[in-house]
């Protein structure tokens, strides 16, 4: 069964500082698909990436990077000098053949 | 153009009365799902269909839910008799393509709390 682990259930950091949110994954499957959401505290969820597996180039838009590692199946997602905009829960995502599985979420707390 | 639309945003409910609720997805979209949020659980997908056609429905917790998509545009959820541990924040989603692996858009949610 696949399976998303997100280690950090909650982070705190300064505003202009960089932060890292780890996601590590399961699966069996050689076709899959990786996903980054982010949940603000007004609650919608709001599709940030989608990278497929045999695409392991690192992605930048704007202050966001994601590192797709499959050697250690891992894709972090980076956010460059934050912002208190930054603040919510950030989910990690596969998806092979069947169904799309969140982490269970990371919070990140941007403080000024 | 509009994102997933969900209606209530908010309901409030005694435990036993039925529940229903409501998504229309983006236009053109084929796939809808519909995913339960709660602490303890996080995010689970509940029910999805493909071109009006249920797919799976294996994460739906038991009988007292039930879903349809009637046509390409509107789908329920309804929860009859609801009970206090239906509480939770359901959200519908929406995708192009017809496959789970394809991005997923979400709607904003309703927020059910059943008394």
């Known amino acids: 069964a696949q399976k998303v682990t997100q280690a950090q259930t909650e982070i705190s950091v300064v505003e202009k500082e960089d932060v890292t949110l780890d996601c590590v994954y399961e699966?069996?499957?050689?076709?899959?698909?990786l996903f980054w959401y982010k949940q603000p505290p007004s609650g919608e969820l709001v599709f940030l990436i989608r990278?497929?597996?045999?695409?392991?180039q690192n992605e930048i838009s704007g202050r966001y990077s994601w590192n797709f590692q499959k050697s250690t199946s891992s894709f972090n997602f980076t956010i460059t000098a934050s912002q208190v905009v930054d603040s919510a829960v950030y989910f990690c995502?596969?998806?092979?053949?069947?169904?799309?599985?969140f982490g269970a979420g990371t919070i990140l707390r941007v403080k000024s | 153009d509009a994102g997933v639309i969900q209606s209530p945003r908010h309901e409030v409910t005694e435990m036993g009365q039925e529940v229903t609720l409501r998504c229309k997805p983006i236009?053109?979209?084929?796939?809808l799902f519909w995913y339960r949020q709660t602490m303890m659980r996080g995010l689970e997908l509940l029910i999805y269909?493909?071109?009006?056609?249920?797919?799976?429905d294996s994460g739906m917790p038991e009988d007292r839910f039930s879903a349809k998509m009637p046509n390409a545009s509107f789908s329920t959820l309804k929860i009859q008799p609801s009970e206090p541990r239906d509480s939770a924040v359901y959200f519908c989603a929406s995708s192009e393509i017809p496959v789970p692996t394809d991005t997923q858009y979400f709607g904003p949610g309703t927020r059910l709390t059943v008394l």
């Open positions: 990278r497929n597996s045999f695409d392991e």
């Open positions: 699966t069996r499957d050689t076709t899959y698909y």
């Open positions: 236009s053109g979209h084929n796939s």
């Open positions: 995502a596969l998806s092979e053949a069947d169904k799309l599985v």
């Open positions: 269909f493909n071109n009006n056609v249920p797919i799976d």
